[in-house]
T-cell receptor, first 115, second 110 residues
Framework: NAGVMQNPRHLVRRRGQEARLRCSPM?????VYWYRQLPEEGLKFMVY????????ESGMPKERFSAEFPKEGPSILRIQQVVRGDSAAYFC?????????????FGQGTRLTVV | QQPVQSPQAVILREGEDAVINCSSS?????VHWYRQKHGEAPVFLMI?????EQKGHEKISASFNEKKQQSSLYLTASQLSYSGTYFC???????????FGSGTKLNVKP
């Protein structure tokens, strides 16, 4: 059973471009979480999705950021018109039943650099 | 919402013990502990549930005090491989999502 797969591992974008980050959860996992991590800082919750539904996006900036988890295919975190402050590592995690009483498995992350 | 971890950083010699604390201002239903090495993904260590007993993982164990809304991670006879940043994650609203503390950086030296 492959782990959580994120791609690309590294992404460089110029200011104003769009960034699309992909996350394929572990097989059988229908809960996906996205976190942002700045250098030397903790993991900040962004959004929690289940298949075809956004459950909680309270950690997402109101503008330019969106996330989806379609019925088929990976979860996508999309950042439009990127700015330098978006540079960070973005991790996704998946779990089979939600994190209340079960562990979440993390992907290797996508390191976004905005130049 | 975000739990508070202490200390922020710890330096140990191999074989020494350490305690990392995690506290929340909200009632907790579960506490997760993860370790992250530089440039890598966080790796799950253990989960403690409300009403559950103390958990252990080799020489790493943890406790969960529901009344105090605190959890502590105990690292016994530390090894070089224990180095990394430890995060606690809490689910304060029982909504199946968790918030991470800011992390405790542990450096074990020979």
């Amino acid at each position: 059973n492959a782990g959580v797969m994120q791609n690309p591992r590294h992404l460089v974008r110029r200011r104003g471009q769009e960034a699309r980050l992909r996350c394929s959860p572990m097989k059988g996992h229908s809960h996906v979480y996205w976190y942002r991590q700045l250098p030397e800082e903790g993991l900040k919750f962004m959004v929690y999705l289940q298949k075809e539904n956004i459950i909680d996006e309270s950690g997402m900036p109101k503008e330019r950021f969106s996330a989806e988890f379609p019925k088929e295919g990976p979860s996508i975190l999309r950042i439009q018109q990127v700015v330098r402050g978006d540079s960070a590592a973005y991790f996704c995690a998946s779990s089979p039943r939600g994190t209340m009483n079960t562990e979440a498995f993390f992907g290797q992350g996508t390191r976004l650099t905005v130049v | 919402q975000q739990p508070v971890q202490s200390p922020q950083a710890v330096i140990l010699r191999e074989g020494e013990d350490a305690v990392i604390n995690c506290s929340s201002s909200k009632a907790l239903y579960s506490v997760h502990w993860y370790r992250q090495k530089h440039g890598e993904a966080p790796v799950f260590l253990m989960i403690l549930l409300k009403g559950g007993e103390q958990k252990g993982h080799e020489k790493i164990s943890a406790s969960f005090n529901e009344k105090k809304q605190q959890s502590s991670l105990y690292l016994t006879a530390s090894q070089l491989s224990y180095s990394g940043t430890y995060f606690c994650g809490t689910d304060p609203y029982n909504f199946n999502k968790f918030y991470f503390g800011s992390g405790t950086k542990l450096n074990v030296k020979p």
